[in-house]
């Protein structure tokens, strides 16, 4: 989106929610498909403790026909397998309705951002609530399979354990 590396971050003078989805809604040769990826990028990145989720990690592709869309996803991490990680005081890098502490985010502050992306806030709601009930399962069943296909190391079962946590932690924080 054409940022400069210092201003990556929403606390350093980068864009926030709003501002993306305004360039989203100005740029995007479909808007509402796109904005409401990108909004369910912020929840993935929420529901996963993705703390480095930034403006730079978002891009437009410039297609055929003058065609503008928002860029696939990458550099998608979650923070919850360092080996000494702390939840308490991890904090996203973009406010979500206001907020950039993990653990503080709840219902109000997905409304508030859904209504500065322009969304539905109570279909964002109800899909964010819809992911973090399924989030346990889906986890175990990835688990299961990497284990199948020889994929073992001890930070995919940390993770596995983490994310089965936050998934519970989300769905308190989200009533």
């Given at each position: 989106m054409?940022?400069?590396?210092?201003?990556?971050?929403?606390s350093d003078g980068g864009?926030?929610?709003?501002?993306?989805?305004?360039l989203l809604t100005t740029f995007s040769t479909a808007p509402v498909e796109d904005i409401k990826t990108f909004v369910g990028?912020?929840?993935?990145?929420w529901l996963v403790a993705g703390t480095d989720a930034h403006a730079k990690n978002y891009a437009l592709l410039l297609g055929s026909e003058s065609r503008i869309r928002l860029a696939p996803l990458y550099d998608l991490a979650s923070a919850l397998p360092s080996p000494g990680m702390r939840p308490i005081g991890l904090k996203l890098a973009m406010k979500i309705g206001g907020e950039y502490?993990?653990?503080n985010i709840a219902a109000r502050h997905w409304r508030k951002?859904?209504?500065?992306?322009?969304q539905n806030p109570g279909e964002?709601?109800?899909n964010l609530r819809a992911t973090a009930e399924a989030m346990s399962d889906r986890?175990?069943?990835v688990q299961q399979r990497a284990r199948?296909?020889?994929l073992t190391h001890e930070i995919l079962d940390r993770l596995s354990d983490r994310l089965i946590v936050r998934a519970k932690e989300c769905q308190h924080l989200l009533r």
């Open positions: 054409g940022l400069p590396p210092t201003k990556k971050y929403q864009p926030g929610v709003r501002e993306i989805a305004e990028t912020i929840a993935f990145n502490g993990l653990r951002l859904a209504v500065d992306a322009h964002v709601l109800a986890v175990l069943t199948r296909e020889g």
